[in-house]
C-alpha cells in the first residue's frame, strides 16, 4: 500500500470512527444538559442556540487518540504505521483538549457559570504546556527549525526557537478558540489547515505525520457531521484549544510554520480583529472620554453577521478565502 492511499484511508477510518460514536456522545451530553451558554451581547439570533450540547471536541480527540496508540502498538507486531514522533503532537492534543474540558466544566457547571476558568490561569497552563512542548520539538525530536520559500536548506534560529514555538503554539490554540462561534466554521478552518500542512508532510517525506493530520482531518469531519448549521453540537474550548496548539505543533514539525499564517488566515484575521477591537476601544476611551469601535462587534465573524450576512454566507466565504490562503500556503512550501 502507498503512502498516500495509507494515509488517505487513515482518514476515512477515522471519519467513520467518529461517526458512529458520535451519536451516543450527544445523547450522554445532553441527558447531563451539558450545554452552551450564549454571550448577551452577541448577535441576537444567536439565541437559538442556548443549551445546545457542547464539549464536543472529545468526539474529537479520542478517536484520533485511540488510533494513534493502536497503529503504534501494531509496531509490536512488525508494522510500521504510526512513528513515535506522532506521540508529541498527540500529547499536546489531549493536554490541551484537558484544559479546554476544565474551561467548558468551569463554565457550565463551575462556580464561575457562564465564564468558565479565569483568563489568567487558562493563559498561564497553556504558556507552561507551550513550553514544555517546545522543548520537546528542539530537544527530543530536533525537527528542521525553519524553512523558508525560495532559500534551500533549514535555517537554524538556536535558542530563539523556544519562544518562537512558544508564541505560535499559545497564539493560534487562542486563535481557533476565537474562530469558534458559529456553526461549522472552526471544525471547517482547522480541517483545511491540517490537510494543507498533511500535504507538505507528505512532500517532506515525514509520512508520520502526514497520517496523523489526516486521521484528524477525519475526525474533524465526523464532528461537522454534527456541527453544521444548524448544529447540533459545539466543539468548545475542548476542540478549540486543543486544535489550535495541535496545528501550531505540527507546522513546527515540518518547519514550515512561517506559512502559518497563510495557510491559518481566518483565525489569524479573526484574532487581530479582536486585538484591534480591544485597543481602539481603550485609546479612544481614555483620550476621548467614550470607547470607539472599528468593528460592530468582534471577533471578525460577528462584525459579517451584524452587516447582513447570514451566518451560512458568513461561513462558507470563509471557508472559500481559508482554502484559496492554504492552496497558496502549499503552493510557496514547494518553493
Known amino acids: 500500500m502507498s503512502q498516500t492511499t495509507m494515509t488517505l484511508s487513515l482518514a476515512g477510518f477515522s471519519f467513520m470512527l467518529t461517526i458512529i460514536w458520535g451519536a451516543p456522545?450527544?445523547?450522554?451530553?445532553?441527558?447531563?444538559?451539558?450545554?452552551?451558554?450564549?454571550?448577551?451581547?452577541?448577535?441576537?439570533?444567536?439565541?437559538?442556540k442556548m443549551g445546545t450540547p457542547t464539549m464536543g471536541g472529545v468526539l474529537i480527540?479520542?478517536?484520533?487518540?485511540?488510533?494513534?496508540?493502536?497503529?503504534?502498538?501494531?509496531?509490536?507486531?512488525?508494522?510500521?504505521?504510526?512513528?513515535?514522533?506522532?506521540?508529541?503532537?498527540?500529547?499536546?492534543?489531549?493536554?490541551?483538549?484537558?484544559?479546554?474540558?476544565?474551561?467548558?466544566?468551569?463554565?457550565?457547571?463551575?462556580?464561575?457559570?457562564?465564564?468558565?476558568?479565569?483568563?489568567?490561569?487558562?493563559?498561564?497552563?497553556?504558556?507552561?504546556?507551550?513550553?514544555?512542548?517546545?522543548?520537546?520539538?528542539?530537544y527530543f525530536l530536533d525537527v528542521p527549525e525553519m524553512y523558508i520559500p525560495g532559500v534551500k536548506g533549514v535555517i537554524s534560529l538556536g535558542y530563539f526557537y523556544i519562544p518562537v514555538a512558544m508564541f505560535f503554539i499559545v497564539g493560534f490554540s487562542n486563535a481557533i478558540n476565537l474562530t469558534d462561534g458559529l456553526d461549522g466554521l472552526a471544525g471547517l478552518i482547522s480541517a483545511t489547515a491540517f490537510a494543507s500542512y498533511g500535504?507538505?508532510?507528505?512532500?517532506?517525506?515525514?509520512?508520520?505525520?502526514?497520517?496523523?493530520?489526516?486521521?484528524?482531518?477525519?475526525?474533524i469531519f465526523g464532528f461537522l457531521w454534527f456541527n453544521v448549521h444548524p448544529?447540533?453540537?459545539?466543539?468548545?474550548?475542548?476542540?478549540?484549544?486543543?486544535?489550535?496548539?495541535?496545528?501550531?505543533?505540527?507546522?513546527?514539525?515540518?518547519?514550515?510554520?512561517?506559512?502559518?499564517?497563510?495557510?491559518a488566515i481566518i483565525p489569524v484575521s479573526i484574532t487581530m480583529s479582536d486585538i484591534i477591537q480591544v485597543a481602539y476601544f481603550r485609546y479612544t476611551k481614555k483620550k476621548f472620554g467614550?470607547?470607539?469601535?472599528?468593528?460592530?462587534?468582534?471577533?471578525?465573524?460577528?462584525?459579517?453577521?451584524?452587516?447582513?450576512?447570514?451566518?451560512?454566507?458568513?461561513v462558507q466565504r470563509f471557508w472559500l478565502i481559508s482554502l484559496l490562503a492554504a492552496m497558496i500556503g502549499v503552493a510557496l512550501a514547494l518553493v
Open 61 to 138: 480527540v479520542l478517536p484520533v487518540l485511540l488510533i494513534t496508540v493502536l497503529l503504534n502498538a501494531a509496531s509490536l507486531a512488525g508494522f510500521t504505521v504510526l512513528g513515535r514522533s506522532v506521540l508529541l503532537p498527540m500529547g499536546v492534543m489531549v493536554i490541551y483538549a484537558i484544559l479546554g474540558a476544565i474551561d467548558d466544566w468551569a463554565g457550565i457547571r463551575g462556580k464561575t457559570k457562564g465564564k468558565g476558568l479565569s483568563a489568567r490561569a487558562k493563559f498561564l497552563a497553556q504558556i507552561g504546556f507551550a513550553l514544555v512542548a517546545a522543548i520537546g520539538l528542539k
Open 25 to 48: 456522545l450527544l445523547r450522554v451530553l445532553q441527558h447531563y444538559k451539558l450545554g452552551k451558554s450564549i454571550r448577551i451581547e452577541g448577535p441576537q439570533r444567536h439565541f437559538t
Open 231 to 263: 448544529a447540533e453540537l459545539f466543539m468548545g474550548d475542548t476542540g478549540a484549544l486543543s486544535l489550535g496548539a495541535t496545528l501550531a505543533v505540527v507546522a513546527l514539525m515540518t518547519g514550515q510554520w512561517i506559512l502559518l499564517p497563510i495557510i
Open 290 to 314: 467614550e470607547g470607539r469601535r472599528v468593528f460592530k462587534m468582534a471577533p471578525l465573524q460577528h462584525h459579517f453577521e451584524l452587516s447582513g450576512w447570514s451566518e451560512t454566507q458568513v
Open 199 to 219: 500535504g507538505i508532510a507528505l512532500l517532506q517525506q515525514q509520512v508520520f505525520i502526514a497520517r496523523f493530520c489526516f486521521a484528524l482531518v477525519g475526525a
